[in-house]
């Protein structure tokens, strides 16, 4: 497992967070999402066999957000 922090543009209050953590969730890959409105970031634990940063990425700016990765992606046990 790996895990990244995405800085995220956009968001205007709890329920952007609440979209973005749901659609990360929903992905095949994804372990778990955390999405805070209050610092604008995200922090996924994924398995990189079956996602991407890229592809989560693009997954965060599917409904109009803008996503940079943040946190420099590590393994996870």
């Not at 973005?20 to 929903?26: F, G, N, P």
Request: with cysteine; hydrophobic share 40%; net charge positive.
């Amino acid at each position: 497992m790996k895990s990244v922090t995405f800085k995220i543009q956009g968001m205007h209050c709890g329920g952007c967070a609440r979209t973005i953590q749901a659609l990360l969730e929903r992905a095949t890959g994804v372990k778990s999402a955390t999405v805070t409105f209050e610092s604008g970031e995200a922090r996924v634990i994924f398995d990189p066999v079956l996602i991407d940063a890229q592809r989560l990425v693009a997954l965060i700016e599917q409904p109009g957000y803008q996503a940079t990765v943040h946190g420099a992606q590590t393994d996870r046990i």
